[in-house]
């Protein structure tokens, strides 16, 4: 398995080609912490979130020189933008009204980089970093400065879901300070611990991390923070260097994680930052030295791999064992599985098909001639026949399509002139040529329209006349969106300077791509089924993977160990949440796999599935249901449905001793119909016998009455002690049980098989009757 198939990615259509109708000096910035593109085209900027292509939002800002960044508030009310190193315009969208702000703490201050609050919105609204320092401003009628937290930074890092900032300072010998912004601090305590990275902590007061902060006026820096792209313009960027160290602030399972390599060790540290105190963590993640590699964080786990694609490994920050190599590395772009076809592979296979028959059926000299030129010499005559063919209506063309579909046209034009003399073979080519049309036409004629609606779009947007507009785009074009996958291969060699989590973004072509994983992938990086099965269930949108690997387990008759898993999820989520529902699908990082998704998607699946192993089956069933009584005794959760494929299988399997024994020792749970099942399938007349082809099961009968009896639904068990003719039963069920009372109909069935003379049953009828015990009269009886 290589990083190609375990990283799928796909082409993000609507922005490429909302980008490309932009201006070609238009700007783009990427808000990591709210995940959204921000287009800038002169005065006006244009808001897409990265997971709703359906809306874009417009707003039009009072500046139209260079940005070097820029940021929007969480609700869209406030845009920061820097202009130049020191100053910070800030504009209100509601307002209509621009603030400016300068960074004058000492002499040649300048910006490294700002955010907006979120978890202390109130305190303050927005936080500038700058080298001397970090600004907490507040924004009302001005600019209110809050608090200015000292400090000399010359980088720093910013994980937004959690709110965390690190910093460095070449003035202090590597010494990484922490600042935590999330909650609401009491006399604005935000500073967290400092520390220094292991490979670099000071010794005799000397330390080499400081000569790594290199001014880019004279050289490379050594040291790349990679997060410092952030709110970056990213068409103005540099490209990444191989830099030797990195330092990573990444977001996995909730936590704030400094990530730290060096090529020279070939590790990785991490470090886990929170404001009671900095921990080191015990997974170190080991790869080649003198290698400069890349990390990104993909649904929670740590993909590394290198720019010239000789080293990939994925790491779960929660399995207990090693990183998993991905084998052999090759590009990401390289081996992709594509769902459509090139549009020039499909046009050569059908030629080349369509010549191949005209030289079979014509045995002439002429076609024999024709069919065996090549590829090359019939495109080029198409040119020169093309204009005696203008006037057949029938394979006319659109001018406005591709022109693929144009030299597919004259292809079919010069066959067509040179196979005259045969009627019946134009029309076969001809029709050869309307499918290999119909197959292309809706993805040529989609992608024209698609350009057009792209261009309206904008042009209705730029014509309003409000700052604040929100413009939904029509479903359909997000359905071109899908499944359009190209391949661009060695793309680490190309022009792409941001790489972020799941995104890369290609500057200079204007295209960008995003990557999942591909987790029927993910359990070969690991050496434990348990260990796979969790590393499954920690993921996005996981559920079509886990099943499919908990089939495939079955089907090869591995046993089973992941239900306990499963239980104590389902637990704790239940004990914690009150009234809890289907649509809660994750607890703490893990997705939540509900009793009717096993049921429906693992259970039935395998119970259809020829190939299974029936016994092997009926053991899962067993433990599965074992387990669920053992750990989910306290609450009263049904698994009915589970339940009834069991007794399914142990039918259809003729197991009835095996389904007795079930029963017996209540490892089935009671239930009504169950009940009933268990009667039906002790008589001859039993239609699911019928289609098992199976004898009845006698002792089935009396299973059925106890389990009626436990459940005390004492009415519809004296019906069907009277319908099978058990009248002493019926009596004593009668004496025993107050308030119960029988109807005349099962009595009238049950006559046939019963177990006392007729004299008796009139007895215990008239007995019935005298004490209110039925719902007939004394004429009814008699009519017995």
């Known amino acids: 398995m290589s990083l190609a198939q375990f990283i799928q990615y796909s082409q993000k259509t609507f922005l490429n080609e909302f980008w490309n109708t932009l201006r070609p000096e238009s700007q783009l910035f990427y808000d990591r912490g709210n995940e959204i593109f921000i287009f800038r085209e002169l005065n006006q900027i244009f808001i897409i979130q990265k997971n709703q292509l359906n809306k874009v939002v417009r707003i ?8 070097y960044s820029m940021n929007i508030q969480q609700d869209y009310s406030y845009v920061a933008y820097q202009t130049s190193e020191n100053q910070l315009y800030i504009f209100s969208t509601r307002a209509n009204r621009q603030f400016f702000y300068t960074v004058q703490s000492e002499k040649n201050s ?15 609204d927005i936080m500038v970093v700058e080298n001397h320092g970090i600004h907490l401003l507040k924004i009302d009628d001005q600019i209110k400065k809050v608090k200015f937290l000292q400090q000399k930074i010359t980088c720093s890092w910013y994980e937004p879901k959690n709110e965390v900032l690190a910093t460095c300072s070449n003035n202090h010998n590597g010494l990484i300070s922490t600042y935590f912004f999330k909650d609401k601090k009491k006399d604005f305590k935000y500073k967290g611990p400092d520390f220094y990275l292991d490979d670099f902590e000071p010794k005799d007061g000397n330390s080499p991390f400081a000569s790594l902060f290199k001014s880019k006026k004279i050289d490379t820096p050594q040291f790349i923070v990679p997060t410092d792209k952030k709110n970056k313009d990213l068409c103005q960027d540099e490209l990444i260097s191989d830099s030797i160290y990195r330092v990573y602030l990444i977001h996995i399972y909730g936590k704030s994680l400094l990530a730290f390599s060096n090529s020279y060790s070939g590790k990785l540290l991490f470090y886990q930052l929170q404001y009671e105190k900095i921990t080191k963590q015990k997974y170190l993640l080991n790869f080649p030295s003198d290698i400069t590699i890349n990390l990104s964080v993909i649904d929670n786990l740590i993909i590394l791999s ?6 990939s490994i994925v790491f779960d920050v929660k399995k207990q064992r090693s990183e998993s190599p991905l084998g052999a590395a090759q590009s990401i772009f390289e081996q992709q599985e594509i769902s459509t076809i090139k549009f020039k592979e499909v046009e050569k296979q059908h030629i080349v098909h369509q010549h191949q028959q005209i030289k079979d059926s014509q045995q ?3 076609t024999q001639k024709s069919s065996s030129r090549s590829l090359e010499d019939i495109q080029n005559d198409q ?8 006037s057949n209506k029938q394979l006319e063309l659109d001018e406005k399509v591709d022109d693929k579909i144009m030299e597919n046209k004259d292809s079919s034009k010069q066959n067509i002139d040179e196979q005259q003399n045969d009627q019946s073979l134009l029309q076969e080519n001809s029709k050869q040529i309307q499918q290999l049309q119909q197959n292309e036409e809706v993805e040529q004629c989609s992608n024209m329209y698609f350009k057009s609606d792209i261009q309206t779009l904008i042009n209705e947007i730029k014509s309003a006349d409000d700052y604040f507009s929100t413009f939904l785009v029509k479903m359909k074009w997000c359905a071109l969106t899908q499944n359009n996958v190209q391949i661009q291969s060695k793309i680490y060699e190309q022009s792409c300077n941001y790489q972020e989590d799941d995104l890369i973004i290609n500057y200079k072509e204007k295209q960008i791509y995003q990557f999942t994983l591909n987790l029927k992938y993910l359990p070969n990086t690991f050496d434990d089924e348990s260990d796979a099965f969790c590393g499954l269930l920690r993921r996005n949108n ?6 499919e690997f908990l089939i495939q387990l079955a089907l090869n008759n591995k046993p089973i160990k992941v239900f306990q898993n499963i239980f104590e999820i389902f637990v704790r989520v239940f004990s914690e949440n009150i009234g809890i529902t289907q649509n809660d699908k994750h607890y703490n990082g893990c997705t939540v796999l509900y009793p009717q998704d096993i049921k429906l998607h693992f259970f039935q699946v395998l119970s259809e599935d020829e190939n299974m192993n029936k016994q092997f089956l009926i053991e899962i069933f067993i433990e599965f249901i074992r387990q669920f009584q053992e750990i989910l005794k306290d609450y009263t959760i049904s698994i009915i449905e589970i339940q009834k494929l069991l007794i399914k299988l142990l039918i259809q399997t003729h197991r009835f001793t095996h389904l007795h024994f079930l029963v017996q020792y209540q490892v089935l749970q009671d239930n009504l119909d169950f009940a009933k099942l268990l009667i039906d399938i002790s008589g001859k007349e039993s239609i699911v016998l019928q289609d098992n082809k199976s004898e009845p099961y006698e002792p089935a009968f009396q299973l059925g009455i106890d389990m009626f009896f436990r459940l005390s639904k004492y009415e519809e068990l004296l019906e069907y002690l009277l319908k099978y003719g058990k009248f002493h039963d019926a009596a004593f069920l009668l004496n025993k049980i107050p308030n119960i009372r029988m109807r005349l109909p099962p009595i009238q069935e049950g006559i046939r098989n019963s177990d006392c003379q007729r004299e008796d ?19 009814e009886v008699k009519t017995l």
Do not use: R
């Open 761 to 779: 049953l009139l007895a215990f009828l008239e007995d019935a009757y005298k004490k209110q015990k039925t719902y007939f009269s004394v004429a």
């Open 542 to 547: 996981c559920k079509n993977a886990v099943f």
């Open 306 to 311: 290198t720019f010239n694609e000789k080293f």
């Open 383 to 390: 040119d020169q026949i093309q204009k005696g063919q203008s």
């Open 110 to 124: 300048y910006i490294i980089q700002f955010e907006w609050a979120k978890g202390s919105l109130g305190i303050f």
């Open 60 to 67: 039009k800002i009072p500046y139209n020189g260079m940005i």
């Open 364 to 366: 002439n000299e002429s």
